[in-house]
């Protein structure tokens, strides 16, 4: 069971840095352009919407929460 897990954690880290540039000023996200031959359609349409990020940290944030509140109560 250890080694389906650890490989899990590597292809996880690998995916991560895939889209880490996408951080960085300038930077491609590598990741989120490689669907893009497969759903061109559905891609050109996500592309004209304006990226979110307040929504994305919000989500991060309540996740953070309901971790700590699940640590105290256990």
């Known amino acids: 069971m250890l080694a389906p ?10 995916g991560g840095w895939l889209a880490a540039p996408a951080f960085l000023p300038g930077g491609t996200d590598y990741f989120a352009k490689f669907p893009a ?9 996500l592309q004209r919407r ?17 971790a700590f509140v699940g640590a ?3």
């Open 72 to 74: 105290m109560v256990a």
């Open 37 to 45: 031959a497969c759903f061109s359609a559905a891609w050109k349409w």
């Open 5 to 14: 897990l650890m490989i899990l954690a590597l292809l996880s880290i690998v």
């Open 50 to 66: 304006p990226v979110r990020v307040s929504l994305e940290l919000w989500l991060a944030g309540v996740a953070v929460v309901t």
